[in-house]
């Protein structure tokens, strides 16, 4: 989409693949050991 009287400038990186998993599961309710369980098996 061009918005020609709005400019849009990329202010900062986007996030990195999987940046935010950890923080996503935990606020799903899922405890570190179980993140750390889906890390080793590769689930993550």
Known sequence: MFLSKTPGDIREKPA?????TDAILRSLGYA???IDVLRSQRVI
């Open 32 to 34: 570190q050991a179980q």
């Open 16 to 20: 990195m693949l999987g940046e935010h």
